[in-house]
């Protein structure tokens, strides 16, 4: 039974919060921080939110996060996927800039709280395992792909829209002729800085002397220089009269207190956005925090992680946010920077808060193409191709899920891309669990061992068939088994028993039973006595409660030697 910690996880950590961990947590939130203010307005701008939007949505949701979720370096945030997910949900029912665009994010944050919310209490976290890890790199992949060919249009300082890579790449060749120089060379000064300040800034301050702790500081601070050195450029050359867009004018003070829509209408056209942004966030969070938590031998909840997120979420929908999630680098940096406890998240907030109320002032000539060097240089590190290549040489099925995943996401928007590795997932596991492997088996010589005669040199008897089924038996399976037996012992005179070997089954339902009577009624009117060997207990609990037993023209033996050595001869 649960109690009260269980649910308020910042009551176990909480009773044991030190000294050390305090510094521990403060260091890692100046890092995280720092981080954290470029990406959070980038990441409002991939929404199509304005920038404080992203600011808010860092404060009062990691403050929730930290007294409900289960993980110690988990950050909350705003995420690239998430955005761009948002940005597909949103802007199909309002304008961009609207009053309607930003209530409609705030709802969007709500339902997804809510549903997160709901999933925990009902303990639903097994329901992310529909995702398999092919589909989720696969979408994520495709995502990272239209995330930077979206932001291609502020690197070139033109308007270029659409939500899939055709409209995008279309929007952007018709618009090069109104291509601004001085936004490219911007732009594309940043996106290289950035890049080399991932791979090159830290090598080379430690061949300055620079400890290894300061170095990595100074290197996570990247964007914030990237971000102080073209701010200043537009604002001391004037290059806003140039053409150079700017992030403006943002409002200045903490997170204000807002509302969702609860109109019906609205929640019919965003419930589907939100639970797939739901189930999607969740995946990513929860593989990032059972990683770190790994690490340290600690151990995370999945059905609280549904709690803490929703909370997270509703926040964000009180407090002029977005949705948000846990996000990878975020929760990589907090966790190499040393936080201790989800008390980091907390400082962080501060700092995030602290900037809101101090700094929004000096971003005011903030080039756009800096924020979207930030996204392309962060999104660029999700593209995985090369998972291609790998489902590819192990499963020609697991192929077909990315390959199609990847496309629908491109050709169809994100929306339709996750259905649809959602829907070819389960698709592809019925079709592989429809047709069973099955395995005619017989005994090693010297032991006790049954092993398939096919790839081992085994004793059998022509009046003794062995079946070992190598999957529990269910509807879309059941017509199988009664044909692959109905081809197997038709043209074999000399059988005179058949057996079941069910070690590899965990669940019979009522199609497959009824398969089952079918199959020993067959059977018996050939003169063939059906058997099974090595059923689970479940199993024959279940088999207990009908009177398939009473029926059965064979016996059921504890194992299969048992069998063997009833029946041989």
């Known amino acids: 039974m649960k109690t009260l910690r269980d649910y308020f996880p910042i009551l176990t950590w909480g009773r044991h919060y030190g000294r050390q961990s305090l510094s521990d947590d403060l260091l890692a939130a100046v890092i995280v921080t720092i981080m954290l203010i470029p990406q959070s307005l980038a990441y409002a701008l991939l929404a199509g939110l304005p920038p404080e939007a992203g600011l808010y949505a860092s404060i009062v949701p990691i403050i929730l996060y930290a007294v409900f979720g289960t993980s110690r370096a988990l950050a909350v945030g705003p995420v690239a996927v998430v955005s761009l997910m948002t940005a597909a949900a949103i802007g199909a029912i309002a304008e961009q800039g609207s009053m309607g665009y930003g209530v409609a994010a705030l709802t969007l944050a709500f339902l997804s709280g809510a549903i997160l919310i709901l999933m925990g209490v009902l303990r639903l976290g097994f329901i992310a395992n529909f995702l398999s890890h092919p589909v989720i790199a696969g ?49 594309l000064s940043a996106t290289g800085f950035l890049f080399w300040v991932r791979r090159g800034l830290k090598p080379l301050l430690r061949r300055m002397g620079i400890g290894a702790r300061a170095a990595d ?31 403006g004018a943002v409002p200045q003070g903490l997170p204000p207190l807002t509302l969702p829509s609860f109109s019906p209408d609205l929640i019919g056209l965003l419930i589907v956005p939100a639970a797939l942004i739901s189930i999607i966030g969740f995946v990513e969070s929860v593989s990032v925090a059972q990683t770190l938590a790994a690490k340290r031998r600690q151990r995370i909840d999945p059905d609280q992680e549904l709690i803490g997120l929703g909370a997270a979420n509703m926040g964000a929908a009180f407090t002029g946010g977005m949705p948000v999630t846990g996000g990878f680098a975020r929760s990589v940096v907090n966790f190499d920077a040393g936080a201790a406890t989800a008390a980091a998240g907390a400082f962080t907030a501060v700092g995030l ?12 000539y903030l080039p756009i193409a800096t924020l979207a060097a930030t996204i392309i240089v962060a999104v660029l590190s999700l593209v995985d191709l090369g998972i291609l290549r790998r489902a590819w040489a192990y499963s020609r099925a ?11 996401t491109l ?10 590795g959602v ?39 022509p009046a003794v068939l062995t079946l070992r089924i190598d999957e529990s038996l269910y509807f879309a399976n059941a017509r199988f ?15 005179r ?24 009624h067959r059977l018996d009117t050939m003169g063939i006595a059906l058997h099974l060997s090595e059923v689970k207990g479940p199993v024959m609990d279940r088999l207990r409660g009908t009177d398939f037993l009473a029926h059965l023209t064979g016996r059921v033996f504890l194992s299969q030697h048992d069998a063997w050595q009833a029946l041989r001869g």
């Open 139 to 187: 979408f994520i992949t495709a995502s990272g792909i239209l995330i930077a060919t979206s932001q291609a249009s502020h690197i070139l300082g033109v308007s270029a829209g659409g939500h899939t890579l055709p409209e995008m790449l279309t929007a952007l060749i018709r618009a090069l002729p109104q291509v601004n120089w001085i936004t490219l060379v911007i732009g």
């Open 217 to 247: 500081i100074v290197t996570k601070a990247g964007p914030v220089l990237a971000v102080v050195a073209t701010t200043v450029a537009v604002w001391g050359l004037g290059l806003d009269a140039q053409g150079v867009r700017i992030v």
């Open 353 to 364: 808060a602290v900037a809101a109320i101090a700094l929004t002032p000096l971003i005011f």
């Open 398 to 408: 697991d192929f077909l899920a990315v390959a199609a995943t990847i496309l629908a």
């Open 411 to 420: 050709v169809m928007g994100v929306e339709v891309g996750v259905s649809t």
């Open 423 to 461: 829907i070819l997932s389960v698709a592809l596991h019925l079709y592989k669990t429809s047709r069973p492997h099955v395995a005619e088996v017989g005994l090693v010589p010297g032991t006790q061992h049954f092993r398939n005669i096919l790839r081992h040199e085994v004793q059998t008897d």
């Open 481 to 495: 088994l009664e044909d692959y037996l109905a081809d197997r012992v038709t043209p074999d005179c000399d059988l």
């Open 497 to 520: 028993h058949v057996i079941l070997m069910c070690s590899a089954v965990n669940e019979i339902d009522l199609s497959a039973l009824e398969s089952l009577e079918a199959i020993a």
